[in-house]
Structures are given as C-alpha cells and as structure tokens.
C-alpha cells in the first residue's frame, strides 16, 4: 500500500515538471528596451540580441542624422564675404545696396541674429540713415544721424533647413539682405562737394542651430 502511494506521488511530480518545462521566459518590447523576465521559471534566457547602427563621419544636411554632442555642429550656412552700399551719380542723396544672399543647407533651422556694427575708417557724418533690410521683413537702424546705433535689434531671420521634414519648421531656406538709407545734404552736398567718401565697416552676424521645430537647444 505504501508502495502505490509513494508511485502516484512520484507520477504527479513529474507531470507538473513536465508542464513547467513548456513555460518560456518573457520577453517585453516596451519602446527601444526589451526586458527579459526569468521569474516564470521553465527555460532561461541568458542572452539577447542588441541591435547596432553605426554611423562614421557627421551629415549636418541630413535631418535624420543623430544629434551631436555639440548641436553647433548643424551648422552649414552660406554667406557673402563682402556686402556693399552707395549712391547713384543721378541721385546722391539715396543710399542703396546690393543684394546679398543667406542659404542655410543645414538638416536644422538655423536663426540669425545681429551681434555687431563697427566703422573702422570713413566719414559718416553725413548718412542721415542706413538701415539693414531683409527679404523676410526684417530691417535693422545700422546709422542714425552720423552715428553708429548702438542698441542694435538682435533678431534679423531664421531659415528653416532645405530638408525639413512633415512636423519640422517650415519656410524658406534662403534669403537676401541689402542696405537702404539717405544722405543729409546739409552736411554733404554732392555735386558742390566733389569726390566721394569711402567707409569701411564690419557687421557681425550670430548664427545659432535650432531644433527641427525651431525652437533653442537647452
């Protein structure tokens, strides 16, 4: 009697086993993490597959490129070296400039604003204005009365990337500037007043990578 006892017990034992053995390991995908959970019991996962992608060099014109360490590196921009303004023989007393074009070719918007206006050598005195104007609406007072401004409008334009992608800042990638302003003929009085005035100057330009909806890095 003790015996069949000791046999049913030993039977029962090892169909539980058996069932156990049928139980695998999960394995939970939640977002880019994968967790493998042991705590079932039945078969033991000890490894997983981690899958790689590998990247050599930086594509700072390709949106789906990955964020660099440092988000200044987006930056691809193109400007003009030199920019100009002058008046016409016909009509001295009008300031007009060339045109001069921005393109921005990075894969994210980029703003750009006004750092610094400096004249190194030329007389001004007689420039009643010069006024900065940009082809997406913004206009920026360089010279007011003979003198320099010195509380320069920081913003001047941002450009969305040539590659922006649905759900990106949107618009154009490239824009132009040019110059326009008037001379004070109490001052200077072409043609009485022969020759002409050269100046020299320097406008420095702030460019800053955004992010793909145009907002600041942190």
Known sequence: M??????????????????????????????????????????IDKTADVA????????????????????DKWLNVTLPLKAVFFTEPE????????EH??????????????GNYAVSSGDISAIDRLTLVGSLGDS????????????????????ASPNARPGDLTGASTATFTFEGDVDTDVLDFPTDKGSISIASTLTLNIEALDEAGDPYP
Request: aromatic share 4%; proline share 5%; hydrophobic share 35%.
């Open 52 to 71: 790689i992608d590998g990247t050599l060099g930086f594509d700072n014109t390709d949106p789906e490129a990955p964020e660099p360490g440092n988000p």
């Open 2 to 43: 003790k015996a069949k006892n000791i046999l049913a017990t030993g039977l029962m034992f090892g169909t539980i086993l058996a069932a156990g053995a049928s139980v695998q390991a999960d394995i939970v995908i939640n977002g880019d993490d994968q967790t493998i959970d042991n705590s079932l019991g039945g078969s």
């Open 91 to 98: 009509d001295y007393k009008t300031i007009l400039g060339g």
């Open 140 to 159: 920026n007072l360089l010279i007011e009365n003979g003198l320099v401004n010195s509380t320069l409008s920081q913003d001047f334009m941002t450009l």
């Open 101 to 114: 074009t921005i393109t921005n070719h990075s894969g994210r918007p980029v703003k750009i604003t006004l």
